[in-house]
C-alpha cells in the first residue's frame, strides 16, 4: 500500500522535496506556516492543511523540513502541531538540521503516541533539493530506515544509515564543517587569483577538475564572481549551524578553532544586515580585511 505523506515546511529546501515527492506519485498534504508559499504545490494538484494537526491526522509518513531546533518543536508539539493527531505507526523524518540531543528527546515523547522517528538532515544546497539528488545522513532505527527509503529515494541520491536516533544530527554538523571551511578556501584562493591578476572563470576553469574540486567551489565559486548574492542556505540558518557546532565541540572537548573563526567572521556579515544573503557571501568579510573585492 502506497504511503500518504505529509510535508510540513515549504522554505528554499522544501519545496523541491514536496515536489519530487509529488512527481514520485505519493498522496501528499502540506503545510506551511506562511501559506503563500504552498501555491505552486496548490497548482500542482497537491492537498494543503490548515495546520500541521490536520497534516498528521491523514498521514502515514510525516517529513519536516524547518529552521532551527525551536521550529521543529513548534510544528511538533505547539498548538495544532503535529503531536496532537500523530496517528500510532506513524513516522516523522525531519529533514530539519537541529540539536542532536534536542532530537533524542522529541523522538522519545513520539513513543508516547506508537510513533517512531528519523532524523534525516540532508546536504546538496537549493539545486539538490529541487533535482532530487540530496545526501541524506539518517539516524535511527534500521526498520524505519527500510520503511522510509522509498521516500528518501524520491529526495536524494545518496541515503546514509549513520547510526542511531541523533546520529543524522551530528553527521550534519560534520558536514557543516566541510562546507564553512571550503567556502573558506574558496573566498580566500578567489582574492588571491584577482590579486594576482587571472581571469577568475578561467582560473576556476582550471583548477575545477584537480584536487582542489568541491561542491562550493563548483555552484558557489561562480557566484562570487558574478556578486550574486542569492541565497541557496542563508548566511543566518549558516550560523544556527555553526551554533549547533560549536555546542556541540564544547560538550565533546574538541577544538575546531578554524569553525569558530568562520562564525565569528560570518556574525560580522550579520552585524551589516547581511543575514540574508548566501553564505558564500563570507568573502565579503575577507574583501573588508584585504581592503578591495571581487570584481568591483
Ligand atoms: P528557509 O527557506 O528559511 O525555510 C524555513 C522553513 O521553516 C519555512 O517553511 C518556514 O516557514 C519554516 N519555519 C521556520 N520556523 C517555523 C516555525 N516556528 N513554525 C513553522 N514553520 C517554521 O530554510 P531552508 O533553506 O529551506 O532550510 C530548512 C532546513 O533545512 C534548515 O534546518 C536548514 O538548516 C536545512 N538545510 C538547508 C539547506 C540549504 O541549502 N538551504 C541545505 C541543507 C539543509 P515560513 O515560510 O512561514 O517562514
Not at 504552498?38 to 510525516?62: M, N, W, Y
Not at 564572481?225 to 549547533?244: C, S
Amino acid at each position: 500500500m502506497t504511503e500518504r505523506i505529509g510535508f510540513v515546511g515549504l522554505g528554499i529546501m522544501g519545496q523541491g522535496m514536496a515536489h519530487n515527492l509529488l512527481k514520485a506519485g505519493f498522496p501528499l498534504i502540506v503545510w506551511n506556516r506562511t501559506a503563500s508559499k504552498a501555491e505552486s504545490l496548490i497548482k500542482a494538484g497537491v492537498q494543503v492543511a490548515e495546520t500541521p494537526a490536520q497534516v498528521a491526522a491523514q498521514s502515514d509518513i510525516i517529513v519536516v523540513c524547518v529552521s532551527d531546533t525551536p521550529d521543529v518543536e513548534a510544528v511538533l508539539f505547539g498548538d495544532n502541531g503535529l503531536y496532537e493527531t500523530l496517528r500510532s505507526g506513524s513516522l516523522v523524518i525531519d529533514c530539519s538540521t537541529i540539536s542532536p540531543v534536542a532530537t533524542k528527546e522529541f523522538a522519545h515523547k513520539l513513543t508516547e503516541k506508537q510513533a517512531t522517528m528519523l532524523d534525516a538532515p540532508i546536504s546538496g544546497g537549493s539545486e539538490g533539493a529541487a533535482n532530487g539528488t540530496l545526501s541524506i545522513m539518517v539516524g535511527g532505527a534500521s526498520a524505519d530506515v527500510e520503511r522510509a527509503m522509498p521516500v528518501f529515494e524520491a529526495m536524494g541520491k545518496t541515503i546514509t544509515h549513520v547510526g542511531d536516533c541523533g546520529a543524522g544530527q551530528t553527521v550534519k554538523l560534520v558536514n557543516q564543517i566541510l562546507v564553512v571551511n571550503n567556502m573558506l578556501g574558496v573566498a580566500e584562493a578567489l582574492l588571491f587569483a584577482q590579486a594576482g591578476g587571472v581571469n577568475l572563470e578561467k582560473a576556476l576553469q582550471a583548477v575545477e577538475a584537480g584536487a582542489a574540486g568541491s561542491w562550493m567551489l563548483s555552484n558557489r565559486a561562480p557566484q562570487v564572481v558574478d556578486r550574486d548574492w542569492r541565497p541557496g542556505f542563508t548566511i543566518d540558518l549558516q550560523q544556527k549551524d555553526l551554533r549547533l557546532v560549536l555546542e556541540a565541540a564544547d560538550k565533546f572537548g574538541t577544538p575546531i578553532p578554524s569553525t569558530s573563526l568562520i562564525f565569528q567572521l560570518y556574525r560580522t556579515l550579520q552585524k551589516q544586515g547581511l543575514g540574508g544573503d548566501g553564505n558564500h557571501a563570507l568573502v565579503k568579510a575577507l574583501e573588508h580585511v584585504a581592503g578591495f573585492a571581487i570584481n568591483e
